[in-house]
């Protein structure tokens, strides 16, 4: 089992910049992928950036590619996702998660497959 704490969100005007955190419970904290996702309100929960924390995989929804950094410190069990130049259509709750790759680190790729551990999530606001 693995827990999920997620921190960081808050309201940033158009153009500005947040970095959200999530700390993770998990023993051997590199065998995991870790990734971001979000959900708007009226829309679907979408994967945004993930990670295999064992090193050489990164993915990026092309709506954030070039404006979002997602990394890792491994020796505080933490996830990062640095967001900037930020848009009102990235306003969503975004949320931590957390999968094994089963040996494939393609797997890590939230915007193709499930992720297993969830954290409950932090609110991102951006008002034009």
């Known amino acids: 089992q693995v827990q999920l704490v997620e921190s960081g969100g808050g309201s940033v005007q158009a153009g500005g910049s947040l970095k959200l955190s999530c700390v993770a419970s998990?023993?051997?904290?590199?065998?995991?992928?870790m990734g971001w996702f979000r959900q708007a309100p009226g829309k679907e929960r979408e994967g945004v950036a993930g990670?295999?924390?064992?090193?050489?995989?990164?993915h990026y929804a092309a709506s954030v590619k070039d404006r979002f950094i997602i990394s890792q410190d491994n020796t505080r069990n933490t996830l990062y996702l640095e967001m900037n130049s930020l848009k009102p259509e990235d306003t969503a709750m975004y949320y931590c998660a957390a999968r094994l790759p089963y040996g494939r680190a393609s797997l890590c790729d939230p915007m193709t497959y499930e992720y297993s551990y969830w954290g409950q999530g932090t609110q991102v606001t951006v008002s034009s």
């Open positions: 990670i295999y924390l064992g090193g050489g995989s990164i």
């Open positions: 998990a023993d051997t904290f590199s065998r995991y992928c």
